[in-house]
């Protein structure tokens, strides 16, 4: 069947010369070839391309190659060798009646087989183009593996580190976040999503799903207009208008409305107002839950619910496949919603590249290599010099790191040997046994007769944790607490320094993993006490993937390094980091409160009509009585090992036309003993506007490399559109009068000055 439909192909490649370049092929060709397939295809057929089974990684199941077969299913997700899913692909072009090919999709999120740092690290790096060479390289590594889209980037904010998925984020600024899910789906897609090494990307998750009450996985978003326009639909927005090819549909509801079911959402907010012409995809099963949503009786009434509100693609289906036929032959669902549902499917895959070779990212049998997992396949050098720079120096004092490459070091901590958790959630399909844990990679560096190692904890001990994580994702040592505390102790005796790893399992910080608590987990902080009460100077390594509130450990620690889930070089990244070959210059895109009790806790918030400000009488302000003011750490914050200075800020003009802009510059100087990089932040502050704005909101950043004793001066632009935000009538307008710009090091420590709009 497929021949013929080559045939048809091929006479289209004839025609339309030029076809065979996405960049000057005509959207007429397109549409003409997807109608004229369109009309050939029977009700069964055109729900078979709205629905996404799960491809096993051993040989498929016989029902799936079945329906596939028979053109009812249009498109796989999941990971497998390229040989399964060759066979699938036959199945589809060449026994199909119409031979239309099936797309395959994976969370490929921070890497394929070579994983880098899990997004939120990425996110921290707050460097461009080490984020895009990451995602550049996922997509080289996943299209050689034979698939065509990845279910990423994940662009939702969130102000909430008990959610699991804020691992997945991109932290809570809607600008910064913007800015990394551009350069994210462009690297992606590269050129074109049909182009050699590209792959087609998923945004998600469509829309808020970073704002579930309480930070519990799937719960209800309750929000104002306000809050979604103005700030957490910005980075869906920017993927779009970076030529996102596709958006995940989110799992939760809106405002009592479950997504997947919520036309406002999918028709009015993502096809009119944000102008997307590409796929939606639910997420997993969620067109059965909208039973549970309580919001469909039956699944026919799901079914009917989902296509309506605009969900193209069901992911893990059951009822597309299973309702909708009959529906369209009873005309309780027309003709019309599906075909515009239908001509999406066919339109992503056609830029993919399917229609003009359905094997060109699977290859051909005699290519495939002979070791999938072969070390050739990995970019080593790429993931470590991206990892170092997403590690964020808390603290660091009397310059206890750099180590000296000569010193005696005790490793201690449960996640000090581990691989597994250094791989991160959403590890795609990298092999923890080619994972570099901290311990290996200090090894490498100075040889394990100047390490002594203990374990000292557990990361938890808490039964109903430990089987909610499953027996393979966490590893439990079966000493008492006590005996491996003092074990440890014992061991750090003979070391000059203390290198403690600690923080979360890494299955901690995932989907459905949402904490009541932020604190260090087990008996890692009783661990951290024993360590610092021996009086070596002690070094805390964070492996987690959310902020933690780790006040008291803060204060006992000499130095703390966030290293996040730093993926397969991870162990060599720190290792640099830890022995000063690479200086930290990573700062928090995530506020880091001081308890659980204070979130949300975010840096763009609301002044309040009774502001807490310091120094002064506290009560009957905004804030917490039994607990300081402010976060642990803030949004922006990073320390390196030389120091910064910011001076002569100065702005062109302290009034700026509408049509025209002004310029801040400041002078950034290197005062230190080293050569470093830092993240110089630009803030504004609407003075006075028709609804309270926030205190302050990222509108610009550059990452600078200076050499020690260097200086710089930094130059910024602003115009209207930086000052424009959504009014309560949802508007998007600048409104004149006075702004204040703030540039700082962080999101706190900043020089100010003001200017009028006019
Ligand atoms: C997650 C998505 C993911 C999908 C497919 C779902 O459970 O919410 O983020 O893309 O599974 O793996």
Known sequence: ?????????????????????????????????????????????????????????ERPESEVLQTIGKGQTGAMFGMAPRPVLRMLQEAAVNHSRLGIPLFFGFDVVHGHRTIFPISLALASSWDMEAISRSARIAALEASADGLDLTFAPTVDLSRDPRWGRVAEGLGEDPYLASRIASVMVKAFQGIAPDKPGSIMACAKHFALYGAVEGGRDYNNVDMSLVQMYQYYFAPYRAAIDAGAGAMMVMLGSINNVPASADSWLLR?????????????????????????????????????????????????????????????????????????AVYKVLAAKYDMGLFEDPFRRIGKALDDPVDPHSEGRLHRAQARDVARRTFVLLKNRNAVLPLAKKTTIAVVGPLAKSTQDMLGTWSAIGDKAQAVSVYEGLERVVGSAALIYARGANVTEDKDVIAYLGPSEIEIDPRPASVMIEEAVQAVRKAEVIVAVVGEARGMSHEGASRTSLDLPGHQPELIQALKATGKPLVL???????????????LADAVLETWYAGTEGGNAIADVLFGDYNPSAKLVMTFPRTVGQIPSYYNHLNTGRPYRLNEERNYTSQYFDATYGPLFSFGYGLSYTEFSLSQMALSSNVMPRSGGISVSVNLANTGQRDGETVVQLYIRDVVASISRPVKELKNFQKVMLKAGEQKVIQFTLDENDLKFYDAQLHYVAEPGEFKVQVGLDSQNVKEQSFELR
């Open 541 to 555: 390594l964070l492996m987690n993937g959310r902020p933690l509130s780790i006040g008291k450990e803060l204060e």
């Open 1 to 57: 069947m497929w021949t013929m439909f080559a045939v048809l192909l091929s006479a289209f490649l004839i025609f339309h010369s030029g076809f065979a370049d996405a960049s000057t092929r005509s959207s007429a060709s397109r549409e003409t070839f997807i109608q004229h397939l369109l009309e050939r295809m029977s009700p069964e057929e055109k729900v078979g391309q709205l629905r996404m089974r799960f491809v096993g990684y």
């Open 268 to 340: 009015k907010v993502l096809r009119q107002q944000m102008g997307f012409s590409g796929l939606t995809i639910s997420d997993h099963g969620a067109v059965e839950q909208l039973i549970e949503h309580g919001v469909a009786r039956n699944g026919g009434q799901a079914a009917q619910l989902a296509i309506s509100a605009g969900v193209d693609i069901s992911m893990s289906d059951t009822f597309y496949g299973s309702q909708l036929p009959a529906q369209i032959r009873s005309g309780q669902v027309s003709r019309r919603l599906i075909d515009e």
